[in-house]
Every structure is written in C-alpha cells, then in structure tokens.
C-alpha cells in the first residue's frame, strides 16, 4: 500500500518559514523514479500547484512561489521537501505532497498517488 505522509504544517507569522516533508512508502518503484510535487488548496477553492521536482531534480515552481520556496528530495529517504520562505497569509492553504512516475501528470494534479494533507497557515 502506497503512503505519502506529510508533515511539517503550522501557524507562523508572515514573513516567517515553514519546512515541510512528505515520506513516501510502499511505492513499486525506488523512488527516485518518481517525479514529486506540491500542491495547496484553499478554503472554497481548487488544489493548485506549487513545485515540483522531476526524478532527474529539475525543479519547477509555480509564479507565486517562485523565489520563495524550495523543493528538494533525498532519494535515500524516500523523502521530499518543500522549504518555504517569506511566507504571505495567501500561502495559507492545505499543502499536498503528489508522487507519479510521469512528470507531466504531477505537474497537472493527475498524480497516482496523494498525501492526505498538513495544514499551513499564515498570520498577518
């Protein structure tokens, strides 16, 4: 059974940082396979992308983050990261961790396979 856990979330001040962490398990590939990505949803509104991270490491990032924040992974951890800088009250949101063997389906939320979610929210 395949698992994306993330972790990490929580309240922070804007302009302040957040790390968060998705684990994966159980996947039938190694990992580094795997392209990863990062998604937010907002309240009454769509998950959209943030980042994302090819098995290869090119990194992409949506216009509103890009600057801010950092994606990375460590394949022997099976892990992937999202550094998050200068945080804005418009990052608040629910943060998703996507993992598919095909960039592309990552890149437009049609990945396999879903964490449940950790909560990010930005006080002003």
């Known amino acids: 059974q395949v698992q994306l856990v993330e972790s990490g979330g929580g309240l922070v001040q804007a302009g302040g940082s957040l790390g968060l962490s998705c684990a994966a398990s159980g996947l039938t590939f190694r990992f580094n396979n795997y392209a990863m990505g990062w998604f937010h949803q907002a309240p009454g509104k769509e998950r959209e992308f943030v980042a994302a991270?090819?098995?290869?490491?090119?990194?992409y990032y949506a216009d509103s983050v890009k600057g801010r924040f950092t994606i990375s992974r460590d394949n022997a951890k099976n892990t992937v990261y999202l550094q998050m800088n200068s945080l804005k009250p418009d990052d608040t949101a629910v943060y998703y961790c996507a993992a598919d063997l095909a960039l592309k389906n990552v890149a437009t939320a049609r990945a396999r396979y879903w964490g449940q979610g950790t909560q990010v929210t930005v006080s002003s």
């Open positions: 991270i090819s098995s290869g490491e090119s990194t």
